[in-house]
């Protein structure tokens, strides 16, 4: 049976937390950010959680992650 290639642009932007969620970053913090209120851009720091719906996908792109 042949190895699964990674998707190497999901796995730079995707990873698994211990309990086996995956996690993200959060989108909308590069630039324009003088129109986003401080406690909008606090929150975008954060990490985010894919959802139930789109994990299946993700999954599949990075089947080795650990």
Same mark, same amino acid.
């Given at each position: 049976? @042949?190895? !699964?290639? $990674?998707? %190497?642009?999901? *796995?730079? %932007?995707? +990873?698994? $937390? +211990?309990?086996?969620? !995956?996690?993200?970053?959060?989108?909308?913090?590069?630039?324009?950010? $003088?129109?986003? +209120?401080?406690?909008?851009?606090?929150?975008? %720091?954060? =990490?985010?959680?894919? +959802?139930? *719906?789109?994990?299946?996908? =993700?999954?599949?792109?990075? @089947?080795? *992650?650990?």
């Amino acid at each position: 049976m @042949p190895k !699964i290639k $990674t998707n %190497r642009g999901a *796995a730079k %932007r995707f +990873s698994l $937390t +211990s309990s086996g969620k !995956i996690k993200h970053k959060k989108n909308y913090t590069s630039h324009i950010l $003088t129109k986003k +209120s401080t406690s909008r851009k606090r929150g975008l %720091r954060q =990490v985010g959680f894919i +959802s139930k *719906a789109d994990e299946k996908n =993700v999954r599949e792109l990075i @089947p080795y *992650a650990k």
